[in-house]
């Protein structure tokens, strides 16, 4: 069996929101999907640590926000990398209160639907929620953010605790030597000086050392203290 494999599947980059006695709550997902046209039912998988699960589970409520493909690596931090237990994600996001209680995220979003969960099912460390879409609103033309996309042109990263998390490795490809590349701990990010950072003011060619100290991971925002060599 060779896990690289599934990296061929294709996803797309959202936002699952939903609530629990007034309180609500946000992540990034990668893995949402159609099942049904008549009546529409969209499938979902949450890992069961998540809050956005046990928010789901109390309310049978979610929500899907389409995601840009011009969403900032910075906003897909703030939704994937860090827990609604920690920080209130939804203080400096846009966002429309839905009439059953439920939040939808409209900042980088170019539509949202919102469902009602009607099945679920266990699968080891996610819930496969089968949801009926009740409402939905196209917020601005746009292209979908792909999973593919994400990785390829933004670098992104996936989390531990996503469905499709694989550690990147490659059986039998050496990796040609290169300058120094560090991984942040927190997110798993890859800083490669050969590409640098220039969304973060950082030139192509710049070694890891030399960057300076205020530089933060451009995904989960860590400080540089946070990464260590990779490989
Ligand atoms: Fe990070």
Known sequence: MDPNIL????????????????????????TAFQITNDPVTIGISVNKKNLTHEYIEASSLFSLSILD?????????????????????????AFVMLKS????VTDHAIAYIEAKV???????????????MTDSKMLKMGRP??????????????????????????????????????RCVVCNYIYDPAVGDPDGGVKPGTPFEEIPDNWVCPICGADKSQFVKEG
Do not use: W
């Open 69 to 93: 493909e011009k969403t900032p690596l910075s906003f897909i931090g703030k939704f994937g990398f860090k827990s609604g237990r920690d920080l209130d994600k939804f203080r400096d996001t």
């Open 145 to 182: 953010l792909t999973y593919a996309y994400y990785h390829e042109e933004k670098r992104g990263t996936t989390p531990a605790t996503a469905p499709t998390f694989i550690r990147e490795e490659m059986p039998g490809v050496k990796k040609e030597v290169a300058m120094q590349k560090y």
């Open 118 to 132: 009607i099945n679920r099912l266990d699968c080891y460390t996610h819930t496969l929620f089968v949801g009926q």
């Open 7 to 30: 990296h061929n599947i294709s996803y797309g980059m959202y936002i699952v929101s939903s609530c629990k006695a007034g309180a609500i709550n946000g992540q990034i997902i990668n």
């Open 101 to 104: 209680g439920c939040p939808a």
